[in-house]
């Protein structure tokens, strides 16, 4: 156990909850599901931010203050992203899956929890390498509309592309990384025809339903995030939109184990946690 964890008293978990309940019924947004530790650490972090005392005075100065409700909000989600994390995840995608892809006409690729947009761009790229790029098509997926917005644009910070590119050498890249983006007066967009057959949209893994079959879903570094329940309804959901032998992808430090559908999948690669659905 943690000092959050240690840290939660009946008091404290009760405080939280009517914060997390305060966010949902402002802004239809559920935390209440998500793992208290993390969420108590974010909430903390603005009750520092807000000058206010304690969890009560942020209840307080958030049930009358829509600024400081909409901070605590934002607060709530972390968007930590780049492209080809993890890069010896990438390049068994690369090298197992990305192959069986290409036998699909049309292979259909969800990445849920997209954040800004850096996994899908990864993945746009593996895809263009292997002669894909003009039958696949993706769909990228979050809670919040403002990452999917940028998203969508293509925009990264140029300050990044060196790490990236360093990342996409890793994970098994030789072509010219910096042709993949348009680079001008500091700003850098992943090229607009790489994404002419990406879909943008807001979507709960918690709340919402399946909305199409894939060949392929990348659900990377979210789930953890979730409480047991909350990640067992979400895989279930997944399961649904995986079609039979469809891969599924997860974060480093996540795991099928709160699935019910844990049996229905095989681990393809010892180290990188990445599942073929069997049944
Ligand atoms: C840490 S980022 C990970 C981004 C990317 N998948 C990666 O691994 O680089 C987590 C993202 O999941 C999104 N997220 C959190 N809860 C979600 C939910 N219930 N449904 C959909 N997206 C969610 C957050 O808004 C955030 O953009």
């Given amino acids: ?48 931010a807000e000058q206010v005392d304690g969890l ?12 400081c409700l909409a901070r605590l909000r934002a607060a709530l989600t972390l968007h ?22 290409s036998t699909y006409p049309h292979p259909r690729i969800w990445v849920a929890g997209c954040s800004t947009g850096q996994e899908l761009f990864s993945l746009r790229i593996l895809l263009e390498e292997a002669g894909l790029g003009e039958r696949c098509t993706l769909y990228g997926t979050d809670l919040s509309e403002s990452v999917l917005t940028t998203a969508h644009s293509g925009m990264v910070d140029a300050s990044l592309l060196g790490d990236y590119e360093a990342n ?38 918690v709340s919402d339903m399946s909305f199409n079959e894939f060949h392929l879903v990348s659900c990377r570094n979210v789930l953890m995030y979730l409480d047991h329940r909350a990640q067992a309804r979400a895989f279930s ?18 795991s099928l184990m709160n699935s019910t559908h844990q049996r229905d999948y095989e681990r393809i690669d010892a180290h990188e946690p990445l599942f073929r659905r069997m049944r």
Avoid: W
């Fill in 237 to 254: 959901m997944i399961h649904e939109s995986l079609t039979p032998l469809g891969f599924l992808a997860l974060g480093s430090s996540e």
């Fill in 168 to 205: 996409y050498r890793a994970a098994g890249g030789t072509c010219r990384f910096l042709d993949y983006f348009e680079v001008a007066d500091g700003h850098s967009r992943f090229r607009p025809h790489l994404l002419g057959n990406a879909v943008f949209a807001v979507h709960n893994l």
């Fill in 1 to 48: 156990m943690n000092k959050f964890e240690t840290a939660l008293t009946d008091e404290l978990r009760n405080a939280l909850n009517a914060l997390l309940q305060l966010v949902y019924e402002h802004t239809g947004e559920d935390f209440r599901q998500y793992k208290h530790p993390t969420m108590l650490r974010r909430v903390l972090r603005r009750v520092e």
């Fill in 80 to 101: 930590v992203t780049s492209m080809f994390r993890d890069p010896s995840f990438f390049l068994q995608l690369r090298e197992q899956v990305v192959p069986y892809l």
């Fill in 56 to 67: 009560d005075g942020l209840l307080k100065k958030a049930s009358q203050d829509r600024d």
